[in-house]
């Protein structure tokens, strides 16, 4: 053994890798995969994250969010003569059709003051929520090669869609509010009101948005029922007509459950908020509680429902 050989042996400053252990390459051989995964601090790809780092990507991308939401508005209409236009015609002509076929045909005008402004209010709220869940069962979907080319948070899409929905519902106020104007209805500080009747209204049309989006995206039939399920929920939902009418002549508790209803909820809000002829004598009881629950309760459930699905979008 040479001299620098002896020197490097013995010098108390320099120590040598031991050899490989066999025994402890055999221990890892016998390690279940998820504990080896985990000694060397390896993860699932494309595992589900908590919910408080799921929300925290989420928050990340809310400029994505916003800025996908603004390019489906654009586009939505680019091949139309009329563009835009049909964002509020559209709604205007289903107002149309439903005066002449209850207002008019079955009378439900009778009672009613300004009935018009009335009729246009429950088409264009009800259509906010419609649109939501419509879009929402398409979203995982409709956007399979998206999903599949990048990675973010899949909740992204049916937010981003509820936006999207929320932006139309905002032009659709500017012609409503012209509307209720153009039909004698004084401009009075409950216009105010309108703010918080659309936040709580978007807080619920997201949560069945993603909850749908969970639905849609495991079966894919669910996007031909639903228009069917919608178009149900209209008639129970005061859109065309005054909701006591059907209350009073029905059981209390049918009629609480009627009352109760969401899409009726935030509809009866928006008509007191614009028309100085609604009363708050005619609004269900407890009205606000009601509104701010359900955007709470569907908001939050219908976010942690979509989660607890996270890893499956895209797969298969």
């Known amino acids: 053994m040479s001299a620098m050989s002896q ?18 390459a055999d221990d890892e051989d016998d390690l279940p995969p998820h504990e080896l995964a985990a000694k060397y601090g390896l993860g699932v790809s494309g595992a589900r994250p908590s919910l408080a780092a799921y929300t925290r990507q989420v928050w990340s991308r809310r400029h994505f969010i916003t ?4 390019a489906r508005l ?54 906010f929520t419609q649109g939501t869940v419509l879009a929402g069962t398409r979203a995982v979907q409709g956007n399979l090669s998206l999903i599949r080319a990048l990675h973010f948070p899949r909740a992204c899409l049916p937010i981003a869609l509820t936006l999207n929905q929320l932006q139309q519902m905002l032009f659709s106020t500017g012609v409503l509010a012209v509307i209720v104007l153009a039909f004698g209805e004084p401009l009075t500080p409950r216009w105010l009101l309108i703010a918080p009747v659309l936040l709580a209204q978007s807080l619920f049309n997201m949560g069945v948005a993603l909850a749908m989006a ?5 079966y894919t039939d669910a996007a031909q029922l639903v228009p069917f399920i919608t178009r149900t929920w209209l008639y129970f939902s ?28 935030y509809i009866a809000l928006m008509r007191y908020s614009l028309m100085d002829s609604v009363s708050s004598a005619s609004l269900p009881a407890h009205i606000w509680v009601l509104a701010i629950a359900w955007g709470l309760a569907i908001g939050i459930g219908g976010y942690i429902y979509f989660w607890k699905a996270e890893e499956e979008y895209g797969r298969g």
């Open 7 to 24: 020197h490097a042996l013995g010098h108390p400053g320099i120590r040598t890798a031991p050899p490989p252990s066999s025994a402890s």
């Open 67 to 70: 800025a996908y939401a603004t």
């Open 74 to 127: 654009t586009s939505m209409y680019a091949s139309a003569k009329l563009g835009q236009l049909w964002q509020v015609m559209t709604p205007l002509l289903n107002a149309g059709v439903y005066y002449l076929i209850f207002g008019v045909l079955m009378g439900t005008r009778h009672g009613v003051t300004h009935f018009i402004p009335y009729l246009c209010t429950g088409v264009f709220v009800y259509g």
């Open 214 to 218: 969970r639905v849609g995206a495991k």
């Open 238 to 265: 005061g859109v065309f007509y005054n909701l006591t009418t059907l209350t009073k002549h029905a059981p209390s508790w049918a009629g609480t459950l009627l009352e109760a209803n969401p899409a009726h909820v």
